[in-house]
């Protein structure tokens, strides 16, 4: 085993030891070099050089026999010989201590960049959190809202009302079932030649809508008409019936005048159903209604942010089986010929060049 030798009086370590004849002739020749490098006072180690003490040439040593005379030939041979040794091995010990520095500058950056993105996502999610329970908050609010408020043509609902609402369930589901069915078969047999199939479509569509507010409407559902301010009943029955139903999208009204008609509320809550149907399922997130009286004429313009149609779709959006969005192709059919009832006209645009729909209607 190679023993090991712990710094001590006695014994140092750091010195660059010479012998000569197997015999320690100076126990630190580092001195002899006069290097002035930072990491010359680390240097360890043996060299033999027998050459000091050749019989054939002369004596070099000191008086007290401790060293050697530095100006002699040999010495001053192995001090060159030594000198590029040293400093190529100070060369190698910066070298390395520099890696070793940038390796921990390394770490230190990935764990701060690590800790830098972790603290970022933690804020990233409590902003995310802080948004949720705004809105929640902003919900909680609009319904508390909602109840409190006495409506002109929609009430709060009660428990009784509940109750009917649930037991409409079965109705719901077989009007659906009529709605889809006339839809097939109309497809298969012609609706221009079989103009009852409308009809028949246009009801089921009609009872689908006034389950939504049956439960809700302060006036007699058996009317068949009642005579209200049209933009009133359109704004409430978006606002409180179908902002609820759709909320993904967010509904937006502007009146301006007012237009008191006599009109049967089925037809026109199947008209607005249909709107927000489709700008659903055309992905719109935003859907806006500006109801203008000009001269006795209600003038309703709808706009949405969804996918919209192509110069083509204008000409064949209103004709029955006719869709864009994977619908059935008879929610706008529907739509036009409940206008048309009223004595009205109805036509799409595009809202913008590249997104988004746009109706325009017009009721004496």
């Known amino acids: 085993m190679i023993p090991l030798f712990l710094k001590n009086k006695a ?24 290097n002035t490098q930072a990491f010359s006072n680390y240097i360890e180690g043996e060299i033999s050089f027998d050459v000091l003490d050749d019989n054939e040439l002369g004596d070099i040593a000191t008086s007290n026999r401790q060293g050697f005379a530095e100006d002699d030939e040999r010495v001053a041979l192995l001090i060159d010989l030594l000198k590029p040794i040293v400093t190529a091995l100070i060369a190698h010990r910066v070298k390395i201590g520099q890696k070793i520095r940038d390796e921990e500058n390394q770490i230190q950056a990935d764990t701060e ?29 609009n319904i508390q809202k909602y109840k409190a408020q006495s409506h002109t043509i929609f009430n709060a609902i009660t428990e009784d009302q509940k109750t009917f609402s649930a ?37 089921s569509d ?24 049209l933009f009133v009943f359109c704004d409430e029955y978006l606002m409180n019936i179908l902002q609820h139903q759709y909320y993904n999208i967010k509904i937006s009204t502007k009146i301006k005048g007012t237009h008191i008609m ?62 864009n969005t994977g619908g059935t192709g008879i929610g706008l059919y529907n739509v036009q010929s409940v206008v048309k009832k009223m004595k009205g006209t109805i036509c799409a645009e595009k809202a913008s060049a590249s997104v988004g729909a746009k109706f325009i209607i017009d009721i004496p």
């Open 167 to 203: 037991k409409t369930h079965l109705v719901k589901t077989n009007a659906l079932t009529i709605r889809n069915n006339v839809t097939t078969l109309a497809r298969k047999i012609g609706i221009n030649n079989y103009r009852e199939l409308g009809a028949i479509s246009i009801a």
């Open 11 to 34: 014994y140092k370590s750091t010195q660059l030891r010479l012998y000569v004849r197997k015999k320690l002739a100076v126990e630190d020749f580092m001195p002899y070099l006069k």
């Open 262 to 323: 006599r009109l049967q509320p089925q037809n026109i809550s199947l008209m607005l159903d249909n709107f927000l149907s489709n700008s659903l399922k055309s992905h719109a997130k935003n859907i806006s209604f500006f109801m203008t009286d000009m001269a006795g004429m209600a003038h309703i313009e709808l706009l949405d942010d969804g996918d919209g149609f192509g110069d083509s779709d204008l000409d064949e959006i209103f004709d029955f089986g006719f869709s």
């Open 206 to 229: 009609k009872i689908l809508s006034s389950l939504k507010y049956s439960a809700v409407a302060n006036f007699n559902i058996e009317d068949t008409f009642i005579t209200k301010d």
């Open 113 to 141: 960049a690590a800790l830098k993105v972790s603290e970022n996502e933690r804020k990233e999610l409590a902003v995310e959190k802080a948004v949720i329970e705004k809105k929640y908050e902003t919900a909680s609010v």
